[in-house]
């Protein structure tokens, strides 16, 4: 039995007032900035710094964690959209992340659970995400809680994901 095992995994929603909570969505954030997953680099001293303050000022912004006990072990972040053919919600992940220590025991599969819970009390009509192609894990992970690439028309394809950074 490991360590982990002893300990009571628990899933809640972020509370973005409260330090224990603020903290682990900067640490765990910045943790998985320097995993390969996320671009292995740190985040910045000012994403560190106002990241909670800036999400909290967002009401279309949640986030969902996990603690082994005291210890947080993952974050999923997530920001709400509008689907235009549906006219309804639409709830995207931005960010998942679960510690090293704890990959292989289902924490992203229960975040995801939580994270279906509040977008559909949103009404949101789906979820999206974004993943890269050499993440094999994670996408076993979102293909068995149901998601699946995104195509309107097979013969168009799947559809691709860009970004254009501006400057600042």
Same mark, same amino acid.
């Given at each position: @039995?490991?360590?982990?095992?002893?300990?009571?995994?628990? /899933?809640?929603?972020?509370?973005?007032?409260?330090?224990?909570?603020?903290?682990?969505?900067?640490?765990?954030? +910045?943790?998985? =900035?320097?995993?390969?997953?996320?671009?292995?680099? *740190?985040?910045?001293?000012?994403?560190? +710094?106002?990241?909670? !303050?800036?999400?909290?000022? &967002? *009401?279309?912004? %949640?986030?969902?964690?996990?603690?082994?006990?005291?210890? *947080?072990?993952?974050?999923? +972040?997530?920001?709400?959209?509008?689907?235009? %053919?549906?006219? &309804? *919600? $639409?709830?995207?992940?931005?960010?998942?992340?679960?510690?090293?220590?704890? &990959?292989?025991?289902?924490?992203?599969?229960? @975040?995801?659970?939580?994270?279906?819970?509040?977008?559909?009390?949103?009404?949101?009509? !789906?979820?999206? $995400?974004?993943? $890269?192609?050499?993440? &094999?894990? =994670? /996408? !076993?992970?979102?293909?068995?809680?149901? %998601?699946? =690439?995104?195509?309107?028309?097979?013969? @168009?394809?799947? =559809?691709? %994901?860009?970004?254009?950074? $501006?400057?600042?």
């Amino acid at each position: @039995m490991t360590e982990s095992s002893l300990s009571p995994l628990r /899933i809640c929603r972020a509370d973005y007032n409260n330090p224990a909570h603020a903290s682990a969505v900067v640490q765990l954030l +910045n943790a998985y =900035a320097q995993d390969p997953a996320g671009g292995g680099e *740190p985040l910045s001293d000012f994403a560190k +710094n106002h990241l909670v !303050k800036e999400l909290a000022a &967002r *009401p279309h912004a %949640f986030s969902v964690l996990a603690f082994d006990g005291a210890q *947080p072990v993952g974050l999923i +972040n997530c920001i709400e959209g509008f689907s235009t %053919f549906a006219c &309804r *919600p $639409l709830v995207n992940i931005h960010d998942v992340a679960v510690l090293p220590s704890h &990959r292989g025991q289902r924490v992203g599969e229960q @975040m995801l659970a939580l994270v279906d819970e509040i977008a559909r009390e949103r009404g949101a009509c !789906k979820l999206t $995400l974004e993943v $890269l192609q050499g993440n &094999r894990s =994670a /996408i !076993k992970l979102y293909e068995r809680v149901g %998601f699946a =690439a995104y195509q309107l028309d097979p013969a @168009m394809g799947q =559809a691709q %994901f860009f970004q254009k950074w $501006l400057d600042y």
